[in-house]
């Protein structure tokens, strides 16, 4: 089955340290893969996406991701964290930009 | 101001009363499809759209309807409402044709069926 994992249904991270969300997916043909941020009552928004090209994306508020095929893996990364920063956030992957398939979201509080 | 507008945000009902809950995008998008949020679950796929006329299922579609009769608009259909329907829905849209994926995403819509 086509899915994303995402591992940690929450982070916690203080401010100013450096943090990773994790994400893997399962193999099925070649991936298109995407995180997403959700504010409390809100929809989601886009942060980055992995198309093709450079393993390290970068994308808004100053996050980025590594697209590792061998370990079929797209953590989101930040290297130092704001309060502002706190949200849920989602990873996503589609292999026909049709069905897109989203983690159950990790939760990421980071403290003053 | 580029958008997607989903009406109503919030709607309590009962078993079997038929709802519909409206989605509308601005941004002359190809795709778009329609999703529920649960907790623990992430959000899952229930109908897409590639275009006018041309609707799919999801992954958790039963239960549901579509249409694509304008590129504008896509609304989701519950012809028969049941508890277990009870979720945060939200509409999305996207240039995916063009493979730029990114979804954009309305402010979601607060179902509880009793």
């Known amino acids: 089955a086509q899915s994303v994992a995402q591992p940690e249904d929450q982070v916690n991270v203080a401010e100013g340290n450096p943090l990773t969300v994790k994400c893997t997916y399962s193999?099925?043909?070649?991936?298109?893969l995407f995180w997403y941020v959700q504010y409390p009552n809100r929809g989601l928004q886009f942060l980055l996406k992995?198309?093709?090209?450079?393993?390290l994306v970068k994308g808004s508020y100053g996050f980025e991701a590594e697209f590792n095929k061998s370990q079929t893996s797209f953590h989101l990364k930040k290297p130092s964290a704001l309060v502002s920063d706190s949200a849920l956030y989602f990873c996503a992957v589609t292999y026909n930009f049709n069905k897109f398939y989203f983690g159950s979201g990790t939760k990421l509080n980071v403290k003053p | 101001e580029a958008q997607v507008t989903q009406n109503p945000r919030y709607l309590i009902t009962v078993t079997g009363k038929k709802l519909t809950v409206t989605c509308s995008q601005n941004?002359?998008?190809?795709?778009m499809s329609w999703y529920r949020q649960d907790p623990g679950l992430g959000l899952r796929q229930i109908y897409y759209s590639m275009n006018v006329e041309v609707t799919d299922k999801g992954d958790v579609p039963e239960g549901y309807k579509v249409s694509r009769k304008e590129k504008r608009n896509f609304p989701l259909i519950l012809e028969s409402p049941s508890p277990n329907q009870t979720s945060l829905y939200f509409c999305?849209?996207?240039?995916?044709?063009?493979?730029?994926?990114?979804?954009?995403f309305g402010e979601g819509s607060r179902l509880t069926v009793l």
């Open positions: 941004m002359n998008h190809e795709y």
């Open positions: 999305a849209s996207s240039l995916a044709a063009q493979r730029v994926g990114e979804l954009f």
């Open positions: 992995y198309i093709t090209g450079d393993n």
């Open positions: 193999v099925s043909g070649n991936p298109y």
